[in-house]
């Protein structure tokens, strides 16, 4: 039986065109990339919605968890960002060069896509979709089947295998096509659409941009940190996490490794601080400006403020003002 592999991201268009292939009586097996930029992604259970449309398609899914080969791409993109740190073009060619090896893996004869021409501004055009087609080494094997009428016809088309046909010909942003296609094969419950990443989210952008520039050596310990928290650029080496409720601080306080620091106010209810690079006096007393600034006290109050860098060691106390508003916004990233 002929096997083809479905990146099913759990979105609608990716559903919309397994489900194509399928009623074709092809045999589909789904892969799944997830990666620490997923937003869709409950904490260690792999992607949700992924998992969810495989399922209710009755198929196999199979799960790649790519976040430090993909680290790469993101610093460094080929064919550069889209319009907040997104590097569409290069993950595309990424994820269809590791479906790929999985599709030689499993004896699969071709890739399918929820991909719609026209749909996304960077990824979804006719000449960047030849360009993903040309890297990845996958000329005619990557049937887009929602806008393949409107494509050349790939092998498996021209080979008779798949009914060219009974694809598609829809194009553009509009969704009202995909809804109707949905509600005709009785599909309803899609979640998560399409795009459920950070990159593509102008403040998580600008954070990852600052982690870029000042760490190019991050780890998946400093990426998570950008998740969680405001954040401030102290200095070069120097950078201020500060927690925005219970949930946070406990997020943050389970984040934070052995060189850094952590701060506190002493006896007034606040956030937790987390400082991480190198400290000076000057950077700590910022430091507790800041956890000032988001403690419960009067206005004008000093507070005392504790730091420490391995909990339970004993701990440095520092009186602090909040810091200005002016500063604040300077520092933050
Ligand atoms: S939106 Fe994110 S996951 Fe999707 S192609 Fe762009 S970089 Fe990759």
Do not use: W
């Not at 791409?73 to 993950?91: A, E, F, M, Q, T």
């Not at 190019?216 to 998740?227: A, G, I, Q, S, Y």
């Amino acid at each position: 039986m002929v096997k083809a592999i479905s990146l099913l991201s759990g979105g609608l268009d990716s559903i919309l065109a397994t489900r194509l292939i399928l009623e074709q009586g092809i045999e589909v097996e789904a892969v799944n990339f997830l990666t620490v930029f997923c937003t869709c992604t409950p904490r260690g259970k792999g992607c949700s919605s992924g998992k969810s449309a495989a399922d209710k398609l009755g198929i196999k899914l199979k799960v790649f968890e790519v976040s430090k080969e993909y680290f790469g791409i993101v610093k460094n993109p080929r064919y550069g960002y889209g319009s907040n740190i997104n590097p569409c073009l290069d993950c595309r060619i990424f994820m269809f060069k590791k479906a790929a090896q999985y599709m030689r893996e499993i004896d699969a004869s071709f890739l399918i896509t929820g991909e719609v021409l026209g749909q996304r501004p960077m990824s979804q055009r006719r000449d960047a979709m030849r360009i993903v087609e040309r890297d990845s080494k996958l000329d005619g094997l990557i049937l887009r089947p929602l806008s393949a009428r409107l494509l050349e016809p790939t092998i498996p088309e021209k080979e008779g295998i798949v009914d060219r046909e009974r694809l598609l010909d829809i194009k553009g942003r509009s969704r009202k096509p995909q809804i109707e296609l949905a509600r005709q094969l009785g599909i309803g419950d899609y979640p998560c659409p399409a795009g459920g990443c950070l990159l593509t989210d102008p403040g998580f952008a600008n954070r990852m941009r600052d982690l870029i520039e000042h760490k190019p050596d991050f780890t998946m310990n400093d990426v998570r940190l950008l998740k969680v928290g405001r954040h401030f650029r102290v200095s070069p080496k120097t950078k201020f996490i500060v927690g925005r409720n219970k949930e946070e601080n406990e997020k943050l306080t389970s984040l934070a490794g052995g060189e850094d620091f952590r701060f506190g106010p002493a006896k007034v209810k606040g956030p937790v601080g987390i400082g991480r690079g190198n400290f000076n006096k000057e950077h700590f007393s910022i430091a507790s400006s800041i956890i000032a600034r988001y403690s419960d006290k009067d206005q004008d109050c000093e507070i005392e403020v504790l730091y420490e860098k391995i909990p339970g060691e004993g701990h440095n106390s520092i009186m602090a003002l909040s810091i200005t508003e002016e500063t604040l916004e300077a520092l933050r990233i």
